[in-house]
């Protein structure tokens, strides 16, 4: 099959910390996965990550690259997933910080996913653009210069951005394309 060899190759980094939403970042790994792109889970610690699922603690995933090991130039594109508390420390880490900012300074696209977006908004990336979240999110958006949709799924440039479990068949969809788009031009 064609679709499956799309992303051959590609490498995506999975950017997490412990008590992300887990079908976040499942569901759009097998997705990416089945297209043929190698994924790496990276997170700022080494051993293995907690999912969630809603207020739930769920399965564990083994750590693949700690943010200290991991350097921007050794991915094609980032998936951020969402999780209130995922997200909240995330974005309080300047090396996930600055990881962001140079996948994005880079021009290499970013899948980002319900409350994913807070780092971006901490790395001061926002401005400007247009993206969408989960719904409690959309003032600080706002307030640090982006323009919030409600929307199943918002493409601006290199960022594809998602509001939830939810939209993650219109996420999907839109990540494996702006993933497959960036692959065709490093070629």
């Known amino acids: 099959m064609q679709e499956r060899k799309r992303l051959d190759s590609l490498r995506v980094a ?14 759009p790994r097998k ?3 089945a297209a043929g792109a190698r994924t790496t889970l ?33 991915f094609d594109a980032l998936l951020l997933p969402g999780g ?21 300074d880079a021009g290499r696209p970013m899948a980002i996913i319900c409350h994913a977006p807070w780092l971006l908004v901490s790395t ?3 401005s400007g653009r ?7 999110i959309q003032d600080d958006i ?6 919030w949709q409600d929307r199943a799924m918002v493409r601006d440039r290199n960022w594809v951005t998602s509001r939830g479990p939810q939209d993650i068949p219109a996420f999907n969809e839109a990540m494996i394309a702006a ?6 031009g490093a070629r």
Request: glycine letters at 6%; a negative charge; charged letters at 25%.
């Open 42 to 74: 990276i997170a700022p610690k080494a051993g293995q990550v907690t999912g969630m699922n809603h207020d739930k603690q769920a399965d564990t995933f083994p750590v693949e690259m700690t943010l200290d090991q991991a350097e921007p130039d050794q």
């Open 84 to 104: 209130a508390l995922n997200a909240d420390s995330l974005r309080m880490n300047p090396k996930a910080q600055e990881f962001a900012r140079r996948m994005n």
């Open 179 to 184: 993933f497959a788009e960036q692959h065709v």
């Open 142 to 147: 706002r307030n640090a210069g982006g323009t």
């Open 14 to 27: 999975i950017l997490v910390n412990d008590d992300f939403e887990q079908m976040e970042m499942v569901e």
């Open 124 to 126: 001061g990336l926002v």
């Open 31 to 33: 997705a990416l996965d």
């Open 130 to 136: 247009t993206l969408t979240s989960w719904p409690t």
